[in-house]
């Protein structure tokens, strides 16, 4: 099916693991998003990306790794995940100026 | 830099109410303004858009128009319905920014 898919959907991990959140869209867009969703945040951008091998950070990157080898692709890692991780995350891509979104991964730390 | 203004939520109505819900942006030069719709366990949704100043963006009944005289962009439907219980959000885009700049979301529950 075409669109952006989020793997796994929910996700509960402990303090201190790492843990890969995917992201996969089959339109071949060139930018690629990484947000998080908290109460009272709204969406706040955590990586993103203009084409494969070229990311830059957002608002909120500390604590999180990105990579894009490629176009389809856009992993985000919690290389050592803190209970502050816990929130939603979106993925989305980018064509003109609207952006479409995953459906979302709900990762819990423990 | 560029923030956007949303009110606070929830807001509870009955059907077939009038719904509104304010957006107030700050951004330098000319923003594309957005109304995005997060329904419950989904990722969000476009649900209008609107490029420059008087642009009235409409989708689904709901309507929102560019004022950039008070730098808003409020959502309005005239008659809503239990199916549009969903979060929205207002956001702007600015030019040569390929990034979105969100509110805080406004969570709708619609009651029979």
């Known amino acids: 099916d075409a669109g952006i898919t989020q793997s796994p959907r929910y996700k509960i991990t402990e303090t201190g693991r790492q843990v890969t959140l995917m992201c996969h869209q089959t339109w071949s867009h060139s930018y690629m998003f990484w947000y998080r969703q908290d109460l009272g945040h709204g969406l706040r951008l955590i990586y993103y990306?203009?084409?494969?091998?070229?990311?830059d950070k957002g608002e909120v990157p500390d604590g999180y790794v990105v990579s894009r080898s490629k176009t389809e692709n856009f992993p985000l890692t919690l290389e050592s995940a803190t209970r502050s991780q816990t929130s939603v995350y979106f993925c989305a891509s980018r064509q003109g100026n609207e952006q479409f979104f995953g459906p979302g991964t709900r990762l819990t730390v423990l | 830099g560029d923030s956007v203004t949303q009110m606070e939520g929830p807001v509870t109505l009955s059907e077939e109410a009038f719904l509104t819900i304010n957006c107030t942006y700050t951004?330098?030069?000319?923003?594309?303004l957005f109304w995005y719709v997060q329904y419950p366990g989904e990722g969000l949704q476009l649900l209008l858009k609107a490029t420059k100043a008087d642009d009235k963006g409409s989708n689904k009944g709901f309507e929102a128009t560019y004022r950039k005289e008070t730098t808003s962009f409020h959502l309005e439907k005239g008659s809503v319905q239990v199916s549009d219980s969903a979060v929205y959000f207002c956001?702007?885009?600015?030019?040569?920014?390929?990034?979105?700049?969100f509110g805080t979301g406004t969570r709708l529950t619609i009651i029979p």
């Open positions: 956001a702007l885009s600015n030019f040569g920014n390929e990034k979105l700049t």
């Open positions: 951004a330098t030069g000319y923003p594309s």
């Open positions: 990306s203009a084409a494969a091998d070229i990311t």
